[in-house]
Structure formats: structure tokens, C-alpha cells
């Protein structure tokens, strides 16, 4: 990074943190006790701040990482500032970490930027601080910033640990990914992915040897045809059942091994992946959490892929393969009429967005959700379309780590959401400075309506003070 660069991206990660903090203050001023989760994250981080390490909330549903974090960063700054009494381990407190986590999130995306788009020259260190800014103030994941919430922490450490795998350090990732399971047990999907990096690449490399031997490189087709798509997995099962390959991808993978083997340990012992609550959080095969990732995708990054070009492309290509498309719909209506769930939390609280969604969308009529299949056909045309400069064999493992992350989750949460969005858009092309602009300006007029919502539009359920 040049001077001038190193100044733009210290201002802008100062001038960010600035104003976190002042939206900080006007939160705690508004809301000073536990609201929503944070009824049973605060109590168990205050359990632990007096000690009482083998006590715990049978509701909460993650390992203890955020409160152990929580205790090794406030009791030592308690005992150099000499704070004394409730506001150690208050609730204001314990939300400050996750101010922490923030803005290690923004140095860490910016690193992540630099190191994925590395050989596109055309980029500038501006463009780069400003997809950073942007993504840094993700609608989803900032508003929780300001609560006492796992996801500012479980992105911090997801994000550094796929720093690391970048740079090939794989022991400190896979430890990183550790950090991340203790604060989700489903981050082991994106150690996985972190793995998958390395079997992509030295797949690519044998892929590319495979078609310079034939000399049909020319012939093969990127554009997704049957054909080529069988040769590939043709490819993929031929080199993974050879005892040669496997040892190698074992030999560069295997801290990320042992800690998913670790994982499986921990889900035979405890019975399931979800430690607490389990009832609420039983694994189900609901695949439509897919078709509302897409749509999600596209509606926080409509600048890039809902674009006059993108949606002429995708029509030409409906005429261009109308069997493909055709059955993609059959499969589609299918996977909506069988397994489509409704949590009882969707419909239970008033405080998430997505209860207004599935209320004001869902549930007009018993057809929308098969009227809206083409909708999730273009988003998941227009979501592949932006990734065709990635191997095919990255896309593939994303891919099975997008599905294994939302699939098996029952309840529609946009927190889900976060981790696989973030990999997405991080390799995604950089798009002309007015869609990056575009997209800066919609998070933030997202994120004011958000607070400002939330500040002012105030409300009691009955036989409730809060």
C-alpha cells in the first residue's frame, strides 16, 4: 500500500470506528438492559466474570467462546483502569467488545481484498478501502455490532482463519477456525472451506495438465454444459480415489482435518451439533433456506448483479437452454412443496425483519412461494455468473459449504446469512466506482433505517415493561 493509501484506509477505518462508537452511546442510552438474546448471553458472560465457570443456561445454544473472550479482555482492563462495581461486566460493557471485534473485521476484510484481487492491477487502493467500508457496514451483521451477540466475534475469527489459509499458514488457520467453533459450532463449515481452498487449487492444477495432455483445452466450454460438467466429475472421482492425490491433499490439510474429526467428537458426545436448547434448534433438510440466500444475495448486492446486461444475459440464456431451465423450475417446485418449514420463532417475535418479511410476502397467499421460483432462478443464474472467474472446482466447493451452512438450518435467520455472504462477495470481481458508491450509499440508508427504527419507533408487548 502506498502513503497516500495507507492515509485513506487510517481515516476511514478511524472515521468508521468514530461513529460506531457514537451510535453506541445513543443504543446503551436507549436500551441499558439485555434485549433479545442478549437476556441469556449477559447473565452467562457476568457468570463467568465472578468465577462461576460451571454454571450455565440451558438456552443458550453456542460453546462458551464470546464469554471467555469476554472475561480475558474485560477483567484485565478492570484491573489496569481500577473499575470496580457493576459496570465490570455490565451489559454496555460486554457490547464494547463486539465494537472490538468490528473493527478488526475491517482491517481484516481489507487484508482478505488485497490478498483474493492481488493480481488485478486495475484496482485501487481506493476502490479496495471502499468495498471494505461497505462490507464493513453490512446491514446484517452491523446492527449487531451494537448488541451482545456472537456474530461480530464468529466473523472475526472465520475471516482471520481464511486470511490465514490464503497465505498458507494453515496451522494458525485451522487454530483461528477452532476460535471460530467456539463461538458457532457451524463455523466448521468454513474450515472446511478453508481445506477446500487447498484441494481447489491443487485441482486446478491437475485439471490443467489433464487438458494440455488430451490438447482439447479449446474444446472445453466454462459455460456449463452437460457434458463438460460430467467430464469434470468424472475428473474430480478419478483423482480423488487415487491413494497418490489423497495423501498429498492429507499431508497439506491435515490441521484442518484434526479439528473436523474434533467437531464429530464433539457432536458424538454431546449428542448433536447444538449444546443448551436443542428442541428449538433440531437440523432439517429445508432447502428453500438456499432460494432466500440468493434472494438475499441479490437484494444487498443488486448493483452488481441486477444489472440491465446481467438480466438481457439471463434471458438469452433461458432461450439458449430451455430444457436445463425447465427442469431447474420442476426441481425447484418440488423442493418448495416438500421442504418448506416455518419455525415457530419466525412467527413468535416482532423484533427481526424477517418476521415482516415472511408476514407481508409468505404468507399473502398459499402460491407465492412457487410464484417466486423465477426469482430465485435469475438470483442463482446472476449468483454463478459472478463467480465464472473462479475455478470450477472452487465454485464447487463453495458451493457444498453454502449448502451445508443454510440447508440444515429450520428457522429463516438473515444472521445465517452473514459468513457465506461475505465469501461471496469478497470474490467477487470489483465492479466501476458508481455500483461500489451505489452499494455503499443502500447499506447505509439500510443501517439508518435500521436505527433509527429502532431508537424511536419504540413499542411494548403486553404484560411486559420493557
Not at 498458507?168 to 471460530?180: D, P
Amino acid at each position: 500500500m502506498e502513503r497516500g493509501g495507507a492515509y485513506a484506509f487510517s481515516a476511514a477505518l478511524s472515521g468508521a470506528f468514530l461513529l460506531s462508537c457514537l451510535l453506541f452511546a445513543a443504543i446503551n442510552r436507549r436500551q441499558r438492559g439485555p434485549y433479545m438474546d442478549e437476556a441469556f448471553h449477559v447473565p452467562q458472560a457476568q457468570a463467568y466474570c465472578q468465577g462461576r465457570f460451571l454454571q450455565w443456561d440451558p438456552m443458550i445454544t453456542t460453546l462458551p467462546g464470546l464469554y471467555l473472550v469476554s472475561v480475558g479482555i474485560v477483567k484485565p482492563a478492570a484491573w489496569l483502569f481500577g473499575w470496580t462495581g457493576s459496570v465490570v461486566c455490565s451489559a454496555g460493557m460486554l457490547r464494547f467488545i463486539n465494537l472490538l471485534f468490528t473493527a478488526g473485521n475491517f482491517y481484516l476484510l481489507y487484508l482478505l481484498l488485497l490478498k483474493i484481487h492481488q493480481k488485478n492491477k486495475a484496482v485501487s487502493d481506493f476502490q479496495r478501502i471502499l468495498s471494505t467500508l461497505t462490507l464493513a457496514t453490512f446491514p446484517a451483521l452491523y446492527f449487531f455490532t451494537f448488541l451482545y451477540y456472537t456474530d461480530p466475534g464468529s466473523v472475526f475469527f472465520t475471516l482471520f482463519a481464511y486470511l490465514m489459509c490464503l497465505y498458507g499458514n494453515h496451522k494458525t488457520s485451522a487454530l483461528l477456525g477452532f476460535c471460530g467453533f467456539m463461538f458457532r459450532q457451524t463455523n466448521i463449515v468454513w474450515t472446511v472451506f478453508c481445506a477446500g481452498n487447498i484441494a481447489a487449487e491443487k485441482l486446478s492444477e491437475a485439471w490443467k495438465t489433464e487438458l494440455q495432455k488430451k490438447k482439447d483445452e479449446k474444446n472445453f466450454s466454462r459455460k456449463g454444459s452437460f457434458s463438460d460438467l460430467f467430464r469434470i466429475l468424472k475428473f474430480l472421482i478419478e483423482y480423488l480415489i487415487s491413494p497418490k492425490n489423497l495423501v498429498t491433499l492429507t499431508a497439506l490439510t491435515w490441521p484442518y482435518i484434526i479439528l473436523v474429526i474434533m467437531f464429530f467428537v464433539f457432536v458424538f458426545i454431546n449428542g448433536g451439533i447444538v449444546v443448551g436448547d436443542k428442541s428449538s434448534h433440531e437440523a432439517c433438510l429445508h432447502f428453500p433456506q438456499l432460494f432466500y440466500f440468493l434472494s438475499f444475495t441479490v437484494f444487498f448486492s443488486f448493483p452488481h448483479l441486477l444489472t440491465p446486461t446481467k438480466i438481457r444475459k439471463f434471458f438469452l440464456s433461458l432461450q439458449k437452454h430451455p430444457v436445463m431451465y425447465s427442469l431447474t423450475a420442476v426441481i425447484s417446485l418440488f423442493l418448495i412443496w416438500k421442504f418448506t418449514y416455518v419455525h415457530k420463532y419466525l412467527l413468535a417475535d416482532n423484533r427481526h425483519y424477517t418476521f415482516y418479511v415472511w408476514r407481508k410476502i409468505f404468507q399473502r397467499h398459499e402460491l407465492v412461494k412457487y410464484v417466486l421460483v423465477p426469482v430465485y432462478m435469475f438470483a442463482g443464474w446472476s449468483f454463478v455468473d459472478t463467480l465464472k472467474l473462479k475455478s470450477i472446482f472452487w465454485i464447487l466447493m463453495y458451493f457444498v459449504c453454502l449448502l451445508a451452512a443454510t440447508v440444515p438450518q429450520k428457522l429463516l435467520e438473515f444472521r445465517y446469512f452473514i459468513l457465506p455472504f461475505l465469501i461471496y462477495r469478497l470474490n467477487i470481481p470489483f465492479s466501476s466506482l458508481y455500483r461500489q458508491l451505489l452499494e455503499l450509499a443502500f447499506y447505509t440508508v439500510v443501517n439508518a433505517v435500521t436505527f433509527y427504527i429502532f431508537l424511536n419507533k419504540t413499542f411494548q408487548w403486553p404484560n411486559s415493561n420493557e
